[in-house]
């Protein structure tokens, strides 16, 4: 007898950032529409992403919980919080502990922010053993120009290079960094508690596609973490910026969920446990 397709344990959360230049209410009424299970508030100008009281009252309307925070790491955020990174990531822990998120994501430090870089893997660790929720820091890439390219983070674009107590892995920066996603999931194994799902074709740009639509491995990874009982949030993050339409927007983000559910709900592979051993093996069953 066949075995039977498992309910996926991994939730699937819509990236505020997927809505862009909507709003952060806009991505709480799609989410709510089209059915994902809850949302990542991506902290930047929009007022209403910096607003604990306002995220709140948005989740309670459209019964969207928010699953996780991405902390105000980006080039055009850097004033929101405070200038000051740790102050950040302390307000992204309060905001994630407020509303009810498991997890904050954060970038490795930019390479001119000379102290903070020095102290981020010891401080994140410190922040990481204050709380019950997960800081996963979040794998970047080289900036490049023609032929030229400019290591623009600290201590590394690879973060499994360093020791972090959670991963998110972001499969549009492994395009843009030209390098091999399923290796560097394996590196990161039982760390590994943060999805970032889109795709890319290796451009210089950071792409973000709608999975399926570019050279990565999306279907194989989510796969992966189903057969190994992947207990984190899988969060679709694209760039619908170029939709024509509020419809075509809807309907990217659709697309990118169905392609979720589907390689998430695959089959578990004969005897397999439910313990969840480091992302190893075969690519499919």
């Given at each position: 007898m066949a075995e039977p397709v498992r309910v996926p344990t991994a939730k699937v959360a819509l990236s505020t950032a997927s809505v862009y230049p909507e709003s952060t209410a806009?991505?709480?009424?799609?989410?709510?529409?089209?059915?994902?299970?809850?949302?990542?508030?991506?902290?930047?100008?929009?007022?209403v992403s910096q607003d604990v009281d306002a995220l709140r009252r948005l989740s309670d309307q459209h019964r969207v919980p928010v699953l996780a925070v991405?902390?105000?790491?980006?080039?055009?955020?850097?004033?929101?919080?405070?200038?000051?990174?740790?102050?950040?990531?302390q307000r992204a822990r309060a905001a994630a502990e407020r509303l009810g998120a498991s997890t904050?994501?954060?970038?490795?430090?930019?390479r001119w922010q000379r102290?903070?870089?020095?102290?981020?893997?010891?401080?994140?660790?410190?922040?990481a053993e204050e709380t019950d929720v997960r800081f996963a820091v979040e794998n970047m890439y080289p900036w490049r120009y023609r032929d030229r390219e400019m290591l623009a983070y600290a201590p590394e674009w690879d973060v499994t290079k360093d020791d972090y107590r959670h991963f998110t892995v972001d499969l549009s920066h492994t395009a843009t960094a030209r390098t091999d996603a399923v290796a560097m999931v394996d590196r990161?194994?039982?760390?590994?508690?943060?999805?970032?799902?889109?795709d890319g074709n290796g451009s210089a740009k950071d792409e973000h596609l709608v999975p399926g639509r570019g050279t990565q491995p999306c279907a194989e990874?989510?796969?992966?973490?189903?057969?190994?009982?992947f207990d984190g949030h899988v969060v679709i993050e694209v760039n619908t910026r170029r939709a024509m339409s509020a419809a075509e927007r809807e309907a990217d983000l659709a697309e990118a969920l169905a392609f979720a559910r589907l390689h998430?709900?695959?089959?578990?592979?004969?005897?397999?446990?439910r313990s969840r051993p480091p992302l190893t093996g075969p690519a499919r069953p």
């Open positions: 806009t991505a709480f009424e799609i989410a709510a529409r089209l059915g994902y299970d809850g949302v990542e508030v991506m902290v930047w100008t929009d007022p991405h902390a105000p790491c980006l080039l055009i955020t850097q004033r929101v919080w405070s200038t000051d990174p740790w102050t950040k990531l904050v994501v954060v970038h490795p430090p930019f102290q903070y870089s020095r102290d981020f893997v010891t401080g994140i660790w410190r922040m990161m194994g039982d760390r590994l508690a943060h999805v970032h799902l889109a990874l989510l796969e992966r973490l189903a057969r190994t009982s998430l709900a695959t089959t578990p592979a004969p005897g397999h446990p």
